[in-house]
């Protein structure tokens, strides 16, 4: 997965458990196993009962912690999360969980997704006199929780939690208790596990075969669960909505080792790659996969074309962060740093380089002149999923349409622009169906908006990518 060097982002991962005695360590293996979320900023919040303790900092999982630091905040409940900064939301204040406290009692929140009506909430709150410290819409849920009128924590959380419009998977974090909360149309994953007596919850199941925790079930859309030492209560805060599961969940951003609603990650993304080569037949010598999130995708369409996989692109896994930065320039240099093609493997060949997506078309076009440059013969470039013509707004730092390669041109075009000898997308019809969901009452059970345009919430006029905050701070 290149997520530092294409505009394709992951916003956050979330991680919480509650009951067990090291729950602070364990959040932090759970937090290395989702550490591909996000590497801008990561942190934990702990409570022993009596207060809540937070330990954040800018940078990777490794980088922000130290077993000395862990150690000071030992707890059995701890939130933690990690996060990708976009433009306008860079900075420590702006790394999770958030901790408010509050002489009526202290909460923290891990939040992953975005919300839609932000501004719309943000703007009534600040009339009624709330002021923010943050540019993250995880701040507007806590200000509605403590502004409620109910009388108890729960009421007011689920009240609060009603209000939003979006993407949020959340857990929240207090004294005497854990809370975790899906939107009503679960639009990010968020998975519920037991280890021994303890309640786990993660963004990927990936985070609870670190730490050793059995997957029990997905949460729900619009459900609230309720973590006590008297164990665990499921509750509503809204009725589910027609489900609209990010679909780059399954075709980029999961570890390939999670499974999503009980569909693992590689299966899927395998499955893709053989309807990709039943939708378009190639005469080639190899199949390659751009590493890591289009692997198994590579794997699918070589078994179903009968053409060998092979590993042609090799990426460098030991280059610094420092160095990818996101202007133009050092972009260019970053996918020389971050992957080199198998000269051997691809000399003299017909190489079929299967990706995931094409965003700007930048990487793509670079990562084609790499195959030629080591003297490819051909590269045709097979992606797994439709183009991607519409922004995100639920969490997923996709550009504005304008930025968007398929949004302004033909495959034709972009084929021209990429440098490659052929270009081909996967259907619609043909991604979702591969995944595979049932989920009954509803379309599809994806989101596809990026793809079709389709937005499966209202999106409201004053809407602002993530990335275009710093604009309307
Ligand atoms: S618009 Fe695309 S990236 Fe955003 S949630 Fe929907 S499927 Fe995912």
């Not at 909360?181 to 994953?189: I, K, S, V």
């Not at 997308?425 to 049932?438: A, E, P, W």
């Amino acid at each position: 997965m290149l997520a530092e060097i294409r505009s394709l982002n992951e916003e956050c991962g979330v991680f919480g458990i509650w009951g067990h005695p090291n729950a602070t360590q364990l959040t932090y293996y759970g937090l290395h196993a989702l550490q591909h979320r996000g590497q801008e900023g990561a942190g934990i919040v702990s409570t022993d009962g009596d207060a809540l303790r937070p330990l954040k900092g800018e940078g990777m999982v490794s980088e922000v912690f130290t077993p000395e630091k862990i150690e000071k905040i030992a707890g059995h409940g701890a939130i933690g999360h990690v996060r990708y900064a976009t433009a306008g939301g860079s900075g420590i204040e702006n790394v999770q969980p958030l901790l408010f406290n509050s002489t009526t009692g202290s909460l923290a929140i891990s939040h992953n997704g975005n919300l839609v009506n932000a501004t719309q909430l943000k703007g009534h709150l600040e009339r009624q006199g709330s002021i923010f410290q943050t540019t993250s819409d995880t701040e507007v849920l806590a200000h509605l929780i403590k502004r409620s009128g109910y009388a108890s924590f729960e009421e007011k959380a689920k009240n609060a939690l009603s209000l939003l419009k979006g993407a949020f998977a959340c857990v929240i974090l207090t004294e005497e208790a854990m809370y975790i909360a899906l939107d009503p149309n679960g639009l990010r994953p968020l998975s519920l596990g037991k280890l021994g007596d303890a309640w786990v919850t993660a963004s990927e199941t990936c985070a609870f075969d670190i730490v050793g925790a059995e997957f029990v079930r997905s949460v729900e859309p619009g459900e609230f669960l309720i973590v006590t030492k008297d164990g665990m209560r499921a509750e509503r805060f809204a009725y589910p909505e027609e489900r609209a599961i990010c679909t780059m969940e399954y075709v980029y951003f999961s570890r390939p080792d999670s499974d999503i609603d009980g569909i693992n990650v590689h299966t899927a993304r395998k499955r893709l790659g053989v309807q990709l080569a039943k939708e378009v037949q190639i005469e080639a010598d190899v199949v390659t996969g751009v590493p890591d999130s289009s692997i198994s995708a590579a794997i699918g369409y070589s078994e179903q074309s009968g053409i060998p996989y092979e590993l042609g692109l090799i990426k460098n896994r030991y280059v610094g962060r420092t160095f990818i930065q996101p202007s133009q320039d050092l972009r260019e240099q970053g996918v020389k740093m971050k992957l080199s093609p198998v000269r051997q493997v691809v000399k003299g060949k017909r190489v079929i380089m299967v990706d995931d997506s094409i965003v700007r078309g930048t990487t793509s076009r670079r990562i084609v002149n790499l195959l030629k440059e080591a003297g490819a013969t051909e590269v045709h470039v097979v992606i797994s999923s439709p183009p991607i013509k519409n922004p995100c707004f639920y969490g997923i730092d996709i550009s504005t349409a304008g930025e968007l390669i398929a949004s302004n041109n033909t495959v034709e075009e972009m084929r021209e622009i990429i440098g490659a000898d052929s270009l081909t997308f996967l259907s619609v019809d043909g991604m979702v169906q591969n995944i595979g969901r049932t989920d009954p009452g509803s379309k599809c059970g994806h989101c596809l908006a990026c793809f079709t345009g389709e937005y499966p919430t209202n999106i409201y006029p004053d809407t602002v990518l993530p990335h275009e905050k710093e604009k309307v701070k």
